[in-house]
């Protein structure tokens, strides 16, 4: 759980800051193998390199392992009161329902897109799955090449190595509940 969790956050923190693997290791003098190895969660970094990639970023030690001690093992979220995670442009803003999840298989999402947002240019492809749910407006799917018109209360499930594209083609906000797994590095 732990080197998963500091892999996380080392990756959500380089992009961030708009860096590449190579720029990090460059910054923090440890290897980028070293730095690809922990972000996949494949080894638990010593202290010492924990204390370099820190120092590099402008960010504590504590920062990598804190989540750990606040993780919880059930996540009660009010209506509404969802964790934002993500906004672009005003267009596409994410909240999450199970932020503080510790060690989660999968994350549930409410995505409300103004009208006319989309997912951008080209199919996406990624591990795992994907499942959606309209909960306001309309949503239309295009899921290796065969397109989907979801409406208000309209859900769909697929494998996420399958090209998909989204778009909120109407001139109404749409809401759409998302259940990803696995849970992506946000």
Request: proline share 5%; aromatic share 8%.
């Amino acid at each position: 759980m732990v080197k998963k969790l500091i892999g996380r956050k080392l990756k959500s923190s380089r992009l961030k800051r708009d860096k590449t693997i190579q720029q990090l290791a460059m910054m923090s003098r440890v290897s980028s193998n070293m730095i690809s190895r922990i972000e996949r969660g494949l080894t638990t970094p010593s202290v010492e390199i924990l204390m370099k990639l820190a120092d590099a970023l402008g960010l504590s030690l504590s920062y990598f392992v804190e989540e750990a001690e606040k993780g919880s093992t059930v996540v009660y979220t009010p209506a509404d009161q969802g964790e934002p995670i993500f906004f672009f442009e005003d267009k596409h803003q994410i909240n999450s329902l199970t932020q503080g999840l510790r060690d989660p298989g999968f994350s549930v999402f409410v995505d409300t897109l103004e009208p006319y947002c989309d997912s951008g240019e080209g199919g996406m492809v990624h591990t795992g799955e994907e499942f959606a749910t309209v909960l306001e407006g309309s949503l239309e799917f295009l899921i290796e090449g065969e397109r989907y018109c979801l409406e208000k209360g309209d859900s769909i499930g697929f494998k996420a190595s399958l090209p998909h594209s989204w778009k909120n083609s109407s001139h109404q906000q749409a809401k759409i509940l998302w259940v990803v797994s696995p849970p992506p590095n946000v």
